[in-house]
Structure formats: structure tokens, C-alpha cells
């Protein structure tokens, strides 16, 4: 295995592991991200300076791809082999390529490329991922290839789920640029927790309808557990760039991502709070509202003018990009408003305090 730790002199590689599982450490000077060489999920994120190093990424799979499906599978594709969320997460990924660049005069960039080939559905999945030296922000950007020589519609989503010690009870409060959303459907979730939202009813982000017809914000993690529920949230039309980010005030702790809301439309709050301190949360940005079988979502075709799926046409290929960022917030900072990607700059505004996070992102989006 390749391990890249690489600081602003150098490029190291060794093997590496992580909970038993071979990793790929791709590292700044700022960062260090741990990618799984089976299934390319991104499962560690530390700051280099941060004597506690917390992960804000759930153990296990933290943030993973799923394409091309996302969400059960029907009874014929379980008999064929097919897995729920899709091959991409439980094939190998090759390492295409490596590298460390040096602009003159500028900062260095870490590189590295993937491939997994998805045998079932016929297609290609290829993710780059890219550090820049003093930025606290991972570039990614991917490709879906088609083998087949018919246009088809395909799930995508990114699996972005966040867990203890960076989710904390009460404490933790995510936001996001989204206007009108939707409860999932109890039926189709699981019943190992109670509810505390009203079955598949609409709303307006972030107050949602509860079991007893009162509203309820969202955004902050429930403080009184055990429960279990599940929305989705259309991301703002009216914005190319969406946020959503996840904030723990206590640890002075922000972890965000940035994504074209033509090629994520939708994101999903999933929430699972069991009562043992297995707690987990997914900011899941995607092609479709809910993570449901194949034909579910097909059949849908759209929710609130909104398409639930993409078209990956013949022989084809097609992009998406998004970053991720993670970093301390100062003293004073309470809550995310926005969170704009412009000129070389990623700022964070907390309209309330006055107080806004500058991060150097030299790559556009």
C-alpha cells in the first residue's frame, strides 16, 4: 500500500493501517485525510496541530460514495448480487497516480487519483482527491463512465456521515443552504428507534412538523435520546454553490462541505441517537431525495420541481466536484449563516457575533 504523509519539504510513502483496514494518508502541512483502499471511503480527518486529533467522521465508513445506487436494492438485484448504495464502496480502488507538485513562487499540492471498476452495473468511477499547502481544505473531484451503449439514469450520493467525539449531544448544530424539505416516510425507515417528526410531511428547512403537530428545529443535535429520524432538504435553487457544515461550539470545532447544487440537489439528515454512545449523523448530499431503491426513485421522477435522479448517457461520461474543509472557529463564534467560495477564499459568516472564518481555497469550484 502507498501511504502519502507528505509535508510542504517532502512526499513519504509507507503502509499504513487504520482500525485492521489498509489506508492511503494524503496529507498538508494543515490536514491529514485517511481514504480506504477498499471502497475509497474517507474515514479519518484530523488537523496536523491538534493535540486531541478529532475525527469528525463516523467510525466505520465516515464519508463514502454511493453510485451508482443509493439506498436498498430490489429483490432481483439482491439474487444478481447487487449490494445496497451501490459497487463503488465495496470494490478495490486502484491508485491511478501520485504526486507532489510545487508551484514556483507558490504553495505545493498533493495529488492523488483513483479508479474502481463497477462490474455489475458497467461502469467506472475515477475520484481525485487534492490537498494544497496551508489550506485547510480537501479538493474532490469525480467522474462516472458508462461501458454501455444506452443512456441510463443513475443514483449518486455522498455519504458524508459525522459521529462522537465530534457529534455531541446538544451541542452539535448543522446547517445548510436549504429552502423546502420533506420528513421521510416512517414505513421506510427503521423502527429500532422512535420518531420524533410527523411521517412524511412537508416543510421549510430548518423547522420541521413533530408527532404532535408542534415544530421542531433540526439543526441542533437532540439532547434527550434514544431517537431516530430522517429528513431531506432541497438545496437553494438560486445558488451555484450549497453549503452544509456541521459545528460544534464547545470544541470550537467546524467541519463544512461545498458542492454545485446542479449536481447535488438534494441533502439528507440522518440521524440515529440509540442511547449507548453510538451516535451517528449524516449531511448526505445527492442526486435524489431519499436513499431508496432504484425503482422508487425512477418512479418518483421529481419532488418539488426537482429532478431525483441524473442521466448518464451512452458511452459516456459525467462530473461532479465538491470540497471539504475542516477547521477551529474563534472565540465568539456561534452559529453558521453562510458560507460563500469566492476568489480564492472559502468565508464562514456568523451574522449574530460579526465574527466570519477566512480559509485561503485557492481552487475554484
Same mark, same amino acid.
Given at each position: ?20 483496514? !489498509? ?123 458508462? +461501458? ?85 432538504? +432541497? ?56 436513499? +431508496? ?13 426537482? !429532478? ?21 472557529? !474563534? ?35
Amino acid at each position: 500500500m502507498v501511504v502519502l504523509a507528505c509535508a510542504v519539504s517532502a512526499l513519504a510513502q509507507k503502509p499504513a493501517l487504520l482500525d485492521g483496514n !489498509p489506508v492511503l494518508m494524503i496529507a498538508n502541512d494543515r490536514l491529514t485525510l485517511a481514504v480506504r483502499s477498499e471502497g475509497g471511503a474517507m474515514v479519518r480527518l484530523v488537523l496536523n496541530d491538534d493535540p486531541a486529533a478529532v475525527n469528525p467522521l463516523h467510525a466505520g465508513l465516515g464519508h463514502f460514495v454511493c453510485v451508482d445506487g443509493f439506498g436498498p436494492v430490489s429483490a432481483e438485484e439482491r439474487t444478481a448480487g447487487l449490494p445496497g448504495h451501490g459497487e463503488a464502496h465495496r470494490v478495490p480502488w486502484d491508485v491511478v497516480s501520485s504526486e507532489r507538485t510545487n508551484a514556483a513562487g507558490g504553495a505545493g499540492t498533493t495529488t492523488m487519483s483513483f479508479a474502481a471498476t463497477l462490474p455489475m452495473v458497467q461502469e467506472v468511477f475515477r475520484r481525485t482527491i487534492r490537498l494544497v499547502d496551508g489550506e485547510k481544505v480537501v479538493y474532490v473531484e469525480s467522474e462516472l463512465e458508462n +461501458l454501455l451503449a444506452f443512456d441510463r439514469p443513475i443514483n449518486w450520493g455522498e455519504h458524508a456521515t459525522i459521529g462522537s467525539p465530534f457529534l455531541e449531544l446538544g451541542k452539535t448544530v448543522v446547517e445548510m443552504s436549504a429552502v423546502r424539505a420533506m420528513t421521510r416516510s416512517h414505513e421506510s425507515q427503521s423502527e429500532t428507534l422512535p420518531h420524533r417528526l410527523a411521517s412524511f410531511r412537508p416543510f421549510t428547512w430548518p423547522m420541521a412538523p413533530g408527532l404532535n403537530g408542534e415544530s421542531i428545529d433540526v439543526r441542533p443535535t437532540p439532547a434527550r435520546v434514544p431517537v431516530g429520524d430522517h429528513t431531506t432538504s +432541497l438545496m437553494d435553487p438560486a445558488r451555484r454553490l450549497v453549503f452544509v457544515t456541521a459545528f460544534n461550539a464547545s470544541r470550537h470545532l467546524l467541519l463544512g462541505y461545498i458542492f454545485r447544487r446542479e449536481e447535488y440537489p438534494w441533502t439528507q439528515s440522518w440521524e440515529s441517537y440509540p442511547g449507548d454512545g453510538s451516535i451517528a449523523r449524516g449531511m448526505e448530499f445527492a442526486t435524489q431525495p431519499f436513499d +431508496l431503491p432504484r425503482r422508487d426513485v425512477i418512479q418518483t421522477n421529481s419532488m418539488f420541481d426537482a !429532478p431525483t435522479y441524473r442521466w448518464l448517457p451512452a458511452k459516456s461520461t459525467i462530473g461532479s466536484a465538491f470540497l471539504m474543509f475542516y477547521t477551529r472557529t !474563534p472565540d465568539g463564534f456561534r452559529k453558521v449563516d453562510d458560507v460563500v467560495l469566492a476568489s480564492g477564499k472559502l468565508t464562514v459568516e456568523d451574522r449574530t457575533s460579526g465574527i466570519t472564518v477566512v480559509l485561503a481555497a485557492s481552487r475554484p469550484l
